[in-house]
């Protein structure tokens, strides 16, 4: 385009030059010009069309795009089963006016048994149970100890869960791991009775389960409760995992011994108070018809998922 129609092309300068022509040649010249100029635009055009559209296919083959392929799911983590069943614990008994306090895995002996009025010869001290870091500390195997921190110093009411770690040398099988959760709860007012107890309990085992559970004794403390689930292998026939029984215990309880409370600066004589603690992992058994604790701990996200 420059070279022949451009300011100082061929054809622009013979067409400049055409008023000194006579008109004969002037005519001549004239036609053949713009005969050549109407060829060489026509041309041009053309030709800018070739390379727009070659652009158009280059760029159109260079940013393929399928549509059609699948896409690239994301993986999405989930809260495991333990965390989902102790929040939904927690949500029930914040429903009913308690609140939630932690305490630490590492206690005094005191705490984890002495406070808690566990004689010397209680079988729960037994060393073969605790796991002691020195003489006065252990990793605690309950979460009661929290019982005595929530109600040292303090005035009731008192209406408090604890949940937690806890830790006994426990053998590891389908129900028994040496780390495992529970929930502790305590409540001390005025009047408090065994029949609160009984109340709470019941509340609390409707609304996690339905109507599959039972009252049962528990011999530990005194007055005494235990709740117990039908077993999640045989569902109440009994069978190896139940001992033949066809329940599973998952929870102790009872009223709070005079000389707890006295031993934590509260009046027995004014006020009295029950407690109780259960284990996360049997719940949470029962709850998903899990037949084996260890399914928790091994990380197996082909068991995780399903939750
Ligand atoms: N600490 C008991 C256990 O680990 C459970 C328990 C029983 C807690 C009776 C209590 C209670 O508060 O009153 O088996």
Redesign the pocket.
Known sequence: RVKYSGKKGQLTAILRGMGALEPEARREVGELANAVRGELEAAIADKAATLKRAALEARLASEKLDVTLPGREKACGRLHPLHTVENRIREIFIGMGFTVVEGPEIESAYNNFDA?NAPADHP?RDFQDTFYIDETTLLR????PV?IRAMTGKTPPIRVISPGR?YRSDDVDATHSPMFH?V???VVDKGITMADLKGTLDLFARSLFGEETRPHH?P??EP?A?VDVSCFVCGGKGCRLCKGEGWIEI??????HPNVLASCGIDPEVYSG??????IERVAMRRYNINDMRLFFENDVRFLSQF
Do not use: K
Not at 141 to 144: A, I, R
Not at 251 to 256: E, P
Not at 274 to 279: P, T
């Open positions: 808690l729960s195997t309950q979460t009661s019982q806890v529970q502790e709860g305590l528990f530990f403390t005494s235990e929870l102790g309880a009872g009223m709070v029950f407690a109780f603690g259960m284990g």
